[in-house]
């Protein structure tokens, strides 16, 4: 064994092929010496990559499928509209929107709500609510504000001989505004006037409105000791009932209303009061 001779191995040699031409038929040249054919490939005309085309107008920059938010406006055609839902009786309604205006309908094929594109007009079947208040129900409008009302009416009698205002006692009643506001006040006054003396002798009597601390001159009422002598032919007991209502704006706030009253000369006497306010609105 130990004279024996390694045997060595090589690798059988594999000769180089080139690649046949794709689609295309050799050009067969001219031999040199007819010892070797040498193949030239044909031709290929270059072509250009296709340009690729990108929807950015029409959706890209208007419509972000991701997102699914539209981020451009649309428009329709004079004749075009939306359409979301089916009716379908006893099931589902829908809702249209087109020039025309916007209408839904319920499962029952009421019309629910509708917006008349050409007038303006609005119907509503059900409520209107605003923030935490509803302003329109099936019976009408309603106001957590406007149209709130109140009075106060006493027929108990309250003199004075003051030169100077004084309240007069169960007539004040306060509100407040969240905005400036139309007021509608009403007052009613009935006083006497406790005279035993002659015509000569010269006096007056005064009961304004105070609204918020001030004497609003719209609302007075003033007696004196002619007009006592025009209406009364004895001179006891005079008795006067007087009433005004006027429409008053507001400012936002609180206000106080309440009646007042001085006399000169004689004693004043107040017999029946009615105070009444509603808000109307701006």
């Known amino acids: 064994m ?35 054919e040498i193949y030239t490939p ?25 997102s699914k938010k539209i981020l451009a406006e649309y428009s329709f055609t004079p004749s075009g509209s939306i359409k979301v839902g089916e009716l379908v009786p006893g099931e589902s309604g829908d809702l249209k929107i087109s020039p025309d205006g916007i209408v839904a309908r319920n499962k029952d094929g009421d019309t629910t709500f509708a917006i008349d594109g050409d007038t303006g007009d609005a119907t509503f079947r059900g409520n209107v609510q605003a923030k935490d208040f509803q302003v329109i129900d099936e019976n009408g409008l309603i106001s957590s504000n406007n149209f709130n ?4 009416n006493d027929f108990t009698a309250r003199t004075t001989t003051s030169g100077s205002f004084v309240d007069i006692d169960f007539t004040t009643l306060s509100f ?11 007052v009613t006054v009935q006083a ?11 006096w007056t009597a005064t009961i304004p409105l105070n609204i918020d601390g001030l004497n609003d001159g719209t609302f007075m009422f003033f007696i004196d000791s002619f007009m006592a002598s ?27 209303i309440k009646l007042v009253m001085k006399t000169s000369g004689h004693t004043l006497q107040i017999i029946d009061t009615t105070v009444a306010y509603i808000i109307l609105g701006t």
């Open 149 to 152: 009302s109140d009075s106060i």
């Open 230 to 256: 025009q209406y009364f032919s004895t001179y006891t007991t005079r008795i006067f009932t007087m009433s005004t209502q006027r429409i008053k704006l507001l400012d936002k706030g609180d206000h106080t």
């Open 42 to 66: 044909a031709t290929v005309p270059d072509t250009p990559f296709p340009k690729k085309v990108i929807a950015q107008e029409t959706v890209g920059a208007s419509l972000n499928t991701k």
């Open 176 to 186: 407040h505004l969240d905005r400036a506001a139309k007021v509608f006040i009403m």
């Open 2 to 36: 130990a004279d024996e001779k390694q045997k060595v191995l090589t690798p059988d040699e594999i000769p180089d092929t080139p690649f046949p031409q794709s689609g295309e038929e050799a050009n067969l040249g001219e031999s040199q010496g007819g010892k070797e």
């Open 192 to 202: 006497r006037i406790y005279d035993t003396s002659t015509d000569t002798d010269i």
